[in-house]
């Protein structure tokens, strides 16, 4: 049919111990119609040859090879369908093979799958006129967009690439840089506080920015296209969207989200509105680990887990609007941290050797206790035995404690007390400035509920709309109900349980209530439901991640009402202190 058989060069697959390398060969399908021309996985066989210095991993190399080259010859498209976090799985070799051999067949799979990708879109044999379709969610940036059709002749992406001056953002960058298909320009937010907060530590985002400036410089000299880098100040937007929202629902007793609101009200938000009206560009990159599928028609785009349990952050994208979901790109969403952290050694990246940052951006060394303490100061409270109604310590602020909170808790209470515990924080009174402890966390049939059961407000769907494929009306029609995998904070921890909102009926039709309010019922207990904390959704059985509601006080009332006298008194009330400072 015209094609030629194309072949990757010999690529180093990261996160390997051994030194893999790996070379994709794409071998055109025969057909008896001689018109099909479209440049489609679907239209060759793959062979993958491949070289290693340890004998076990020669052995993982030719598996993989044999696996694609099987009398079913999967095709290309077909290879680029599998997860290669299940590839040892589907090869029933997972309990056989150690945690890193199965790793490292993963990434092997993993780079054969960049290969294709790269075949198709850059090989020379293509011309003009060639259509290449690509659908894979989990492609390093998303190629199944009608907008990446690429040609020798194509104008470039234009992509707006956050630089932070981590690993993973350098990575993306690294990434971007390297394909013909992106015109790519880096900026770095300041957004640290260093006016108000330069007496709570270092300000940090000087060494960022001149480590932003030494990767851009890096890879503008090792790489043929120039990459400008700028540093944009939102240090007025981040105050007024995010210290302001975390400042407010600590006064009231919630449990705050910087990162979350950050994503959704200033990368996302601010940042695009602002580059937007300088100069158009068609995509936002970051080093988020997350995936994003976009499709060639007018199909709402999916955001997906990260294959990382550990370091995905779909958690914290889980607000994000359609509109702002379709410009986005995460680049090394498809990794695992180790495979992003083989890559800045192998890309030899400046900042290459830098550990991870910890906490929030806006902070940087400074402990989020030591913030709040200088903008809400103290006021002193009394703690609460929950089921005794006994007074048995004093707290000095809501804002310093958590729902589920066990560790510090001990220096609030009376030492009478502390030898009964352990004792954790099970709900707060922001109008009479309690605090409500237990020690019976575990056993207690009223926590238990409390634990398991509660609302949830300002539910929002990425998609724009319900899930309703995931939603059934109940017998007495007055609830949709639907199950779902849930992330109750981020991390790798993934709870399972229903949602119910209610229903209204309007004639013949029963339809889901336009309140975003629900109630969740957990199939177990989680460790701390915190009032302001973000409940995300995803699809059972699927890593697509639906949307997030915020988990509500009104599971608090049962602790709260009626109101008791305490039994005895260890501390007096004291009289209310703030700082003089500082939020307006």
């Known amino acids: 049919n015209g094609k030629q058989i194309c072949q990757s060069p010999m690529m180093r697959v990261p996160g390997c111990v051994a030194t893999v390398h790996v070379s994709t060969t794409l071998i055109p399908i025969i057909h008896d119609d001689n018109n099909i021309n479209t440049y489609s996985p679907d239209q060759y066989f793959v062979r993958v040859d491949g070289t290693a210095d340890a004998l076990i991993s020669k052995g993982l190399v030719a598996l993989v090879a044999a696996a694609f080259s099987q009398a079913s010859r999967p095709t290309a498209q077909q290879i680029l369908e599998i997860r290669p976090s299940t590839v040892a799985e589907d090869l029933g070799l997972r309990s056989t093979l150690s945690r890193g051999r199965n790793d490292g067949l993963a990434s092997i799979v993993t780079i054969v799958q960049q290969q294709i990708r790269s075949i198709l879109l850059n090989s020379n044999n293509l011309s003009s006129d060639d259509n290449i379709v690509i659908s894979s969610p989990r492609a390093t940036v998303s190629n199944n967009d009608d907008d990446h059709q690429n040609s020798k002749d194509k104008k470039k992406k234009k992509v707006a690439m956050l630089l932070s001056g981590g690993v993973d953002s350098s990575v993306a960058l690294s990434l971007l840089s390297k394909d013909p298909n992106y015109e790519v320009h880096a900026f770095y937010l300041k957004i640290w506080l260093e006016d108000e907060l330069q007496h709570l530590g270092v300000c940090p985002w000087e060494e960022d920015w001149k480590i932003c400036q ?342 608090w009332t049962q602790f709260l009402l009626p109101t008791v006298t305490p039994n005895k008194v260890f501390y007096p009330m004291a009289n209310t202190t703030t700082a003089a400072s500082i939020i307006n």
């Open 214 to 555: 030494s990767v851009v410089a890096h890879l503008s000299s090792t790489s043929s296209a120039a990459i400008s880098l700028e540093a944009m100040s939102f240090q007025h937007q981040y105050h007024e969207h995010i210290i302001n929202y975390t400042l407010s629902e600590a006064r009231r007793g919630r449990t705050p989200n910087p990162d979350i609101m950050c994503n959704s009200r200033v990368k996302f938000g601010s940042f695009v509105s602002e580059i937007m009206q300088r100069q158009s560009f068609d995509y936002i990159a970051t080093g988020h680990y997350a995936r994003v599928q976009h499709f060639n028609n007018n199909n709402a785009s999916k955001l997906y887990r990260a294959p990382d349990s550990i370091k995905d952050q779909s958690y914290f994208l889980s607000t994000l609007s359609q509109e702002q979901l379709k410009r986005v790109l995460f680049p090394v969403g498809h990794l695992e941290k180790k495979q992003v952290r083989a890559l800045a050694e192998d890309f030899n990246l400046p900042n290459k050797n830098r550990p991870d940052s910890q906490g929030l951006c806006f902070l940087g060394k400074v402990k989020f206790d030591n913030f709040l303490q200088a903008y809400l100061g103290e006021k002193p409270g009394n703690v609460i035995d929950v089921l005794t109604r006994d007074v048995i310590g004093q707290h000095k602020g809501l804002w310093f404690h958590t729902v589920g909170q066990r560790k510090g808790i001990g220096k609030c209470l009376d030492p009478k007390v502390t030898t009964r515990g352990p004792w954790y924080i099970v709900a707060k009174d922001p109008i009479d400035n309690l605090i409500f402890a237990s020690n019976e966390f575990d056993n207690s049939a009223i926590l238990g509920s409390s634990r398991s059961n509660f609302f949830v407000e300002d539910i929002r769907w990425i998609s724009g709309h319900h899930p309703h494929e995931q939603l059934v009306l109940q017998e007495n029609n007055k609830t949709w109900t639907g199950r779902f995998a849930m992330k109750i904070r981020h991390g790798p921890s993934i709870a399972r349980g229903s949602l119910s909102m209610n229903a209204i009926q309007t004639g013949d039709t029963i339809s889901i209530c336009s309140s975003s309010e629900g109630r969740i019922e957990l199939d177990d207990k989680d460790g701390g439901l915190a009032p302001g904390q973000f409940v995300v959704f995803y699809q059972l059985g699927c890593d697509e991640c639906l949307g997030s509601g915020v988990i509500s006080e009104k599971h």
